[in-house]
């Protein structure tokens, strides 16, 4: 094939535009991945409407979930052959060679790339990964599921080990969307006992199904902080925001126990505010986590593969993503919506 179909964003203040693109031919290090399937991140809402500071420069084709079988490879790789099984991330590729690639925190890399953003991404039939960066996905998994944890499930994976607690601890899940409903999995499979809080019932009853043994809605409790510290017998030891909600974040810092730590992963276009006092006395940590290293990536694929994880998402065709996105604008959708590339 020389031509794909792929959803392009030509402005910011446009719909997605469904186009004939050529397909892309792998760099020395690159590999050419036919895509089956992409996750629909809250991420390429924002892309797609230029939400951030640092923004894309449109043409540019989004998402940093997909799926799918390498079918060419350059001349330079030597991890990834073609018959494959690989996926694309946020992190597309990082330099290597500065302070953090060398500490093991590739992520805050100042000149990395990542994917449906400076590089274009997986809402196309075919991509370009950079084989030295790409997720290997296990073999015997289902790709569709496995396109969520590619994104949704290593960040929250990796805020929840940011928050530095141990089996038999309790950790908050503040908003059970896309990103929270897998983090209460993996925070149960971690041996953590899992606190939720959400203003829908439904997603509440999705945290249950997932083995959260403490619910709030935080529409409907005078006091949502108040009630998660008494269910859990003085706060919780840590907690992951992944609500896009600003109100969701001092919900979360006011949860917490004594010495415990509040993970941020949701990115919200307001500020918070912080009582800079009870945080000293209480000695809390508010932490930034920024989805994971190949290392996370690894990890979080294999719990899945384990069957430790089992994202709850919808398939839909490329054609629905304008649909997909304002479904994503109005808070509708339950678990992740997949888009089925073929």
């Known amino acids: 094939m020389s031509t794909m179909k792929a959803a392009v964003v030509r402005s910011f203040t446009d719909e997605l535009e469904i186009a004939d693109l050529p397909v892309p031919e792998p760099g020395p290090h690159e590999a050419l991945v036919r895509v089956e399937y992409s996750g629909v991140c809250h991420t390429d809402l924002h892309a797609a409407r230029g939400d951030w500071p640092v923004k894309p420069v449109p043409p540019f084709v989004p998402g940093h979930e997909g799926a799918g079988t390498v079918v060419a490879v350059g001349d330079r790789v030597t991890r990834v052959h ?11 590729s990082a330099c290597g060679e500065c302070e953090y690639c060398q500490t093991g ?13 400076a590089v274009d991404g997986s809402f196309g039939q075919f991509m370009l990964v950079d084989a030295r960066y790409c997720p290997r996905i296990p073999d ?28 038999g601890e309790w950790v908050l899940v503040s908003g059970i969307g896309g990103l929270g409903h897998i983090a209460v999995q993996y925070a149960v499979a971690m041996g953590r006992r899992v606190a ?28 949502p902080a108040g009630e998660l510290q008494a269910a859990t017998g003085g706060g919780v030891h840590g907690a992951i ?12 810092v006011g949860a917490l126990r004594r ?24 000695g809390l940590t508010i932490r930034g986590s920024i989805v994971g290293t190949r290392k996370d990536m690894a990890e979080a694929l294999d719990f899945f593969a384990r069957g430790k994880v ?33």
Request: glycine letters at 8%.
């Open 82 to 92: 073609v018959g494959d099984r690989v996926g694309n991330a946020w992190l597309w």
């Open 259 to 282: 010495g415990g730590t509040v993970s941020l992963v949701g990115l919200p276009p307001e500020s918070f505010p912080l009582d800079i006092f009870t945080t000293v006395l209480f």
């Open 105 to 117: 925190w590739e992520t805050l890399c100042p000149n990395q790339r990542n994917g449906g953003y």
């Open 310 to 342: 089992d994202p709850t998402f919808t398939v839909r065709p490329m054609a629905d993503i304008n649909d997909i996105f304002h479904e994503m604008e109005e808070g509708h959708i339950d678990g992740r919506v997949v888009m089925d590339m073929a």
């Open 140 to 167: 015997g998994v289902d790709l569709a599921a496995a396109a969520p944890i590619l994104c949704a499930g290593v960040t929250v994976y990796k805020g929840l080990k940011v928050t530095d607690t141990k089996p």
């Open 196 to 223: 939720a809080i959400d203003v829908d019932d439904a997603k509440l009853a999705l945290a249950r199904k997932h083995g959260a043994e403490v619910v709030v809605n935080a529409t409907t409790s005078d006091d």
């Open 241 to 252: 925001v992944t609500a896009v909600n600003a109100h969701a974040f001092p919900q979360a």
